[in-house]
């Protein structure tokens, strides 16, 4: 009790912890005024609208807001949510690999931010599986009372569960920053080498088990994406969409929110940025070969002429080899606005891949099918601006971008 | 559901060993099916589409009435498929001759099946009498299963929020194990349908064809297709023109996946030697060291 008194004379008078942390310093009237900004209101309405649909779908069941049927039994939420959510958030384990297993030191302004987006893509992957999945509530199941060991579901389930208290822990010291609590922070800061290890082990096997579950589908896929390598495509995808993503957000943070970030990062953003586009370039040329082998190795060659074919085409040349070169480009002549904008037709292309793979390709044998119902879209855009405003909330009170005290600098 | 740590570090097990082990619904590689599974016997050249079989699941299972009356010929001028509402649909297909040709789709109830080893919970069971069974208590409703089934079968009812089902033919299960047969088998008329041991039925098929040459297609589809199904059909005309399809291979579906789950031991084994020793070169580790002497030095202050 005293230490909490203690705790709340350090603020100013007048103010309290709530005012502190929550308000950002302010008190809770000028807190709300600074809520009604533009984007706020549109947000707003946006969830006015979308809210209502998210509740329909458990008072009406699933059918109520999808497009999905007994043909085309996934729709939107697990194309977007789940197939397109992870290989957005790779970011966590690419970052912490480059900077704690490899030494890669320069990154480190980015480690953070990276492990943010990391947490939350993979916390609203599980939100649009919770709308999802027929009865959500069975979601431990899997976990304690029935184990479909031979399933690569069973596998996904389970590292993904895991993934996403590795990421909680890895991001734990910022929270602890926020908090004050020191010595939780030193001791989580001591779990990073393992944490960061074993991230890397989920996130190889989940990332390419996402590609994995696809193997089950041989008749089903079209051949210009069914290959024995999904595995080791949707892996190496992973790697260049969370690379480009965290060169997005930060380019969005730094624009939009620079009081958040620390002083000395605008100085090496730039440079940091052609750093990643080098990469994202180096492993986006691998996935362009290994797209090659897999077309040669079905011998689909003949699929590239009709309509599926000009689908698959546009995928890898305009959004994979096109950001490539644009990417290579970039790195020459040392632009960082060209590497931005190639991280910006690249994440669309893992997208595209991942919604060609999990809903247009597939079934494509089938005549009438249908995949748009606006209830399922105004769900999955209401989803992902709650994860917006989740994200902003998180930068706006805990050191994200901006180092820690001097004694945690060096993490 | 009472969780206790047993069966929690059961899961943990199971979910690191799991992938160890890479354990497909029947991890025998030469799995040829239960010797004494049932099966049935569909011969496309006996039925007359008068949907007696539809009606028959439709009361056995306890499924909701049709919109339209069983008699009624018209629903056949649409294709359709197996739904919540119907485990069992008989389509209408040209011949090729100027005549029609009936189908009736149920679930096939595959040797290996696809839907057991999509299945993360173990809900659906390959019976030893041959039906393959699926237990509504523990589905989460995931749909992989729809996924996965190459001929389509499972159906969900999408409409049902409190608690949705998978919902598909169980080869009449309770009356099969009493010694009877499925509802459907003993409502055709026609004898378009013949229930019995899988390995005897191969054998009457065989015999029709060689005693009708002229009659029959010279293939058994479910014979080997993807590793052989307990429902097989027998045609006058070419499978693919009755909604089958035919380059489904031989290959049992768990196949599809053992390759990759049996890697998945590998990743674990060896990722961290090889970040350990990343981390270890890189100088890192040695910095870090450092600083944590001095941090302690100045502690001591």
Redesign the interface.
Same mark, same amino acid.
């Given at each position: 009790m005293t230490q909490e008194i203690a705790k709340l004379n350090k603020y100013a008078p007048g103010t309290s912890w709530i005012n502190e942390k929550i308000f950002m310093g302010l008190s809770l009237r000028s807190y709300l005024k600074e809520l009604l900004t533009p984007f706020n209101i549109i947000a707003g309405m946006i969830l006015l609208a979308g809210l209502p649909l998210i509740i329909l779908?458990?008072?009406?069941?699933?059918?109520?807001v999808?497009a @999905?049927?007994?043909?085309q039994?996934?729709g939107l939420f697990l194309g977007w949510g789940l197939f397109s959510g992870v290989p957005m958030a790779s970011t966590g384990f690419i970052m912490a690999?480059a900077v704690?297993? &490899?030494?890669l +030191?320069k990154y480190k302004p980015l480690v953070r931010p990276a492990v943010l987006t990391g947490f939350i893509g993979y916390f609203f992957a599980v939100i649009f599986l919770l709308i999802? =999945?027929?009865?959500?509530w069975?979601?431990?199941?899997?976990? &304690? *009372?029935?184990?479909?060991?031979?399933?690569?579901? &069973? $596998?996904?389930?389970?590292?993904v569960a =895991?993934y996403l208290s590795v990421q909680l822990l890895e991001f734990s010291p910022a929270i602890f920053e926020w908090l004050e609590a020191r010595r939780l922070q030193r001791w989580a800061i001591g779990l990073t080498?393992g944490a960061?290890?074993f991230g890397?082990?989920l996130s190889?096997?989940h990332q390419?088990?996402l590609g994995? =579950?696809?193997? #089950? @589908?041989?008749?089903?896929l079209h051949p210009l994406w069914y290959s024995?390598y999904l595995?080791v495509l949707f892996f190496v995808s992973a790697i260049f969409c969370g690379l480009s993503v965290i060169i997005i957000e930060a380019m969005v943070i730094y624009r939009f929110l620079p009081q958040r970030v620390a002083p000395e990062n605008f100085k090496v953003i730039d440079n940091l940025t052609l750093g990643l586009g080098k990469a994202a370039a180096f492993t986006m040329l691998t996935y362009f070969c290994l797209k090659f082998v897999a077309v040669a190795h079905g011998d689909s060659w003949k699929y590239l002429g009709t309509s599926y074919g000009s689908l698959f085409l546009l995928e890898v040349f305009g959004f994979v080899l096109f950001p490539c070169f644009l990417f290579l480009s970039g790195v020459r002549k040392q632009n960082p606005a060209l590497v931005r904008l190639a991280a910006l037709i690249t994440v669309p292309g893992v997208v595209l891949n991942r919604l060609a793979i999990s809903l247009f390709a $597939?079934?494509w %044998?089938l005549s009438e099918r249908e995949f748009f119902n606006p209830k399922e879209y105004m769900v999955a855009v209401t989803v992902i601006t709650i994860e917006i405003l989740a994200y902003r909330w998180v930068v706006n009170r805990m050191p994200v971008h901006r180092g820690g005290p001097a004694?945690m600098a060096?993490h | 559901?009472k969780?206790s740590r047993r069966? &929690?570090l059961?899961?943990a097990v199971?979910?690191g060993?799991?992938?160890l =082990?890479?354990?497909?619904?029947k991890?025998n590689e030469n799995f040829e099916g239960y010797p004494d599974a049932y099966g049935c016997l569909t011969d496309l050249t006996r039925c007359i589409g008068c949907r007696s079989c539809e009606e028959a699941c439709n009361k056995a299972n306890g499924l909701p009435p049709p919109e339209k009356p069983f008699d009624d010929e018209s629903v056949l001028e649409k294709k359709r498929?197996?739904?919540?509402g119907a485990y069992t649909v008989v389509n209408k297909y040209p011949d090729g001759k100027g005549g029609t040709v009936f189908r009736k789709t149920q679930c096939n109830h595959c040797n290996e099946p696809?839907c057991?080893?999509?299945?993360?919970? +173990?809900?659906y069971t390959k019976t030893p009498e041959g039906a393959v069974v699926y237990n509504p208590d523990?589905?989460?409703?995931? *749909?992989?299963c729809?996924? @996965?089934c190459?001929f389509?079968v499972?159906?969900?009812?999408?409409?049902?929020?409190r608690?949705?089902?998978i919902r598909k033919c169980q080869m009449c299960y309770d009356r099969i194990k009493q010694g009877g047969v499925p509802a459907c088998v003993e409502a055709c008329p026609m004898e378009t349908l013949t229930f019995g041991k899988r390995s005897a039925l191969i054998k009457i098929a065989r015999e029709r064809i060689a005693k009708n040459p002229e009659r029959y297609i010279d293939h058994i589809y479910g014979e080997n297709e993807v590793g052989g199904t307990s429902w097989m059909y027998i045609s006058g005309v070419p499978f693919e023109q009755v909604g089958l399809?035919p380059?489904?291979?031989r290959t049992p579906?768990?196949e $599809?996946?053992r390759?990759? #789950?049996s890697?998945?031991p590998l990743?674990?084994v060896i990722?961290?030697a090889l $970040?350990?020793g990343?981390?270890l070169f890189?100088?890192?580790r040695d910095e870090?060291q450092a %600083?944590k002497g001095s941090?302690r030095e100045e502690n001591r202050k």
């Open positions: 779908r458990y008072v009406s069941g699933l059918g109520a999808t @999905a049927s007994d043909d039994p996934f690999t704690y297993l &490899f030494g +030191k999802d =999945l027929g009865q959500p069975r979601l431990p199941n899997p976990m &304690f *009372r029935s184990f479909g060991t031979g399933s690569v579901l &069973f $596998l996904v389930a389970w590292h =895991l080498i960061t290890i890397v082990i190889t096997l390419s088990a994995a =579950l696809f193997l #089950l @589908a041989p008749g089903k024995p595995p $597939l079934n %044998k004694t060096g | 559901m969780i069966n &929690f059961k899961g199971a979910a060993g799991a992938s =082990l890479g354990e497909p619904a991890a498929r197996t739904s919540a696809a057991a080893s999509a299945c993360l919970v +173990k809900a523990i589905c989460l409703g995931c *749909r992989y729809m996924v @996965a190459p389509g499972p159906a969900y009812e999408y409409h049902n929020a608690s949705p089902r399809d380059d489904l291979g579906y768990p $599809l996946t390759g990759f #789950l890697a998945v990743v674990l990722w961290p $970040l350990g990343f981390y890189s100088g890192n870090e %600083k941090a």
